[in-house]
């Protein structure tokens, strides 16, 4: 007998990040919780087709992007199961994957909101890492970041972070004076370790109170409750380099400062509004014709 995935078996012949693993782990382990639960079923042997369809209607309450990222998280499991000989058929074979296609916009925190948030933090540490987040940051990529990441204005002024990404790939980010006399303010003559620490610095945040942390300051800020979030912040970074700068090299050097992988993923900050369009229509010379 093979028991339900509890543990990360498939991760051993899959290179992922760190993230992405522990993405696999929590799906994996809420699929064979739910099989137990729901069909009484407790090993990867026994698990059918019919099963499987039951699972995914029972993620109908997430979105097309959760259910398939969920859905794929299975069927990367049972084909490894298959290719490790541990089960003999393959049950999620025909087993399709819901679209994610969505046409809303990413939920980004304005320029004005991101000043907001930015002048209504107090301590040093706050302030330092607003900045980060109002340059892209992931949490993840926060958390990662270390003292010796951050280097010294060059000739033009602008200091530099150095951040480790998804799949452990760096990216070189420049800073302006303010963000950089922020950060430098905070970790002072500390050396080696961590940049983010709790306030007694007897240890490095962690995601979750870096998370934590940002959506209280936002609170108090009076940010909209649905942009309380550190993404959301670094959905507001795009959209200013996209829209509201007139950025060299545009969206791919914007997808460079993100560190996304395909420029197709930064595609998805190009939302238009009602007003842009028009505004793209009055810039055209043949509306300005005499007739």
Not at 190 to 216: C, H, Y
Request: net charge positive.
């Amino acid at each position: 007998m093979n028991a339900l995935p509890t543990t990360g078996e498939l991760f051993a012949t899959n290179q992922v990040s760190p993230e992405t693993e522990r993405g696999y782990r929590y799906q994996l382990r809420n699929f064979a919780q739910w099989m137990a639960d729901s069909r009484d079923v407790h090993d990867m042997e026994d698990v059918t087709t019919a099963d499987l369809l039951a699972y995914r209607q029972s993620l109908q309450h997430l979105a097309g992007s959760s259910q398939k990222r969920y859905l794929a998280a299975i069927k990367s499991f049972f084909e490894w199961a298959l290719e490790s000989g541990i089960i003999d058929k393959n049950p999620a074979s025909l087993l399709k994957l819901p679209k994610s296609v969505s046409n809303k916009a990413p939920v980004f925190m304005t320029l004005d909101e991101t000043r907001l948030l930015l002048n209504s933090a107090k301590l040093p540490r706050d302030v330092a890492m607003l900045w980060c987040l109002a340059y892209g940051l992931r949490i993840a990529e926060l958390t990662a970041l270390e003292i010796g990441d951050i280097s010294s204005p060059n000739g033009t002024g602008m200091g530099s972070l150095m951040v480790r990404g998804k799949g452990s790939k760096a990216r070189t980010i420049p800073i302006n004076p303010p963000a950089y006399t922020a950060i430098s303010s905070y970790i002072s003559d500390r050396v080696n370790e961590p940049v983010f620490l709790v306030l007694d610095g007897s240890r490095p945040m962690t995601r979750r109170a870096i998370q934590d942390r940002f959506m209280n300051l936002a609170a108090r800020a009076g940010i909209p409750a649905e942009k309380r979030f550190p993404h959301c912040m670094r959905h507001g970074f795009a959209t200013r380099m996209l829209f509201d700068t007139k950025t060299i090299g545009g969206i791919y050097t914007v997808s460079k400062l993100l560190g996304h992988s395909r420029v197709a993923v930064t595609e998805m900050y190009l939302h238009c509004s009602q007003k842009q369009l028009e505004q793209a229509m009055l810039a055209d010379p043949l509306g300005a014709g005499v007739y």
